[in-house]
């Protein structure tokens, strides 16, 4: 009886190992990045992305204007994507004084920047940082901080060392 039990369990265990590894395996259509094709597009999205999964183009980010999103999807076709899924969403158009306080606070409460002198301008979400900084590595904290603020669409560094 014993045998018979062991000759099962072997049995069951390669079954088990031939079967698990079709199983696992990713069916799925590979994703491409197709980012890059819509750059001469001139697009006022915010982390805008352009993926292709199976024939079919997925777009996202952020626009302040509904027509914005309509106009990349009319580009996607143009450049030849019958089957465009188009997930751009509209953001509120950015407070750009709420910005610049918001930003001002982040840069003042940070320890590591003690000793920094900042003066910021926030233009539809796009923030002008200029001053000056001790160290090298204080610019990267101040535009990371920065980028986190709600509304910043981007941010354009003119630091002094």
């Known amino acids: 009886?014993?045998?018979?039990?062991?000759?099962?369990?072997?049995?069951?265990?390669?079954?088990?190992s031939l079967t698990l590894?079709?199983?696992a395996r990713d069916t799925s259509p590979p994703a491409n990045d197709i980012t890059a094709r819509f750059a001469d597009g001139g697009f006022q999205i915010s982390s805008f992305r352009a993926i292709e999964v199976g024939g079919?183009?997925?777009?996202?980010?952020?626009?302040?204007?509904?027509?914005?999103?309509?106009?990349?999807?009319?580009?996607?076709?143009?450049?030849?994507?019958?089957?465009?899924?188009?997930?751009?969403?509209i953001a509120a158009a950015p407070d750009d004084e709420?910005?610049?306080?918001?930003?001002?606070?982040?840069?003042?409460?940070?320890?590591?920047?003690?000793?920094?002198?900042?003066?910021i301008d926030s233009q539809k979400?796009?923030?002008?940082?200029?001053?000056?900084?001790?160290?090298?590595?204080?610019?990267?904290i101040a535009a990371d901080l920065i980028r986190n603020i709600d509304g910043v669409r981007q941010v354009k560094l003119e630091l002094q060392r």
């Open 21 to 23: 590894p079709a199983m």
């Open 56 to 89: 079919i183009v997925v777009l996202r980010g952020k626009a302040t204007e509904p027509a914005e999103v309509a106009r990349v999807a009319e580009f996607a076709h143009n450049l030849g994507y019958q089957r465009v899924a188009n997930v751009v969403s």
């Open 1 to 16: 009886m014993k045998t018979k039990t062991t000759l099962s369990a072997v049995i069951f265990t390669a079954l088990l």
């Open 98 to 119: 709420l910005i610049e306080r918001s930003a001002e606070r982040a840069l003042a409460s940070h320890r590591t920047l003690d000793g920094c002198s900042f003066q």
């Open 125 to 140: 979400g796009v923030v002008h940082l200029a001053g000056r900084v001790q160290y090298e590595l204080q610019k990267d």
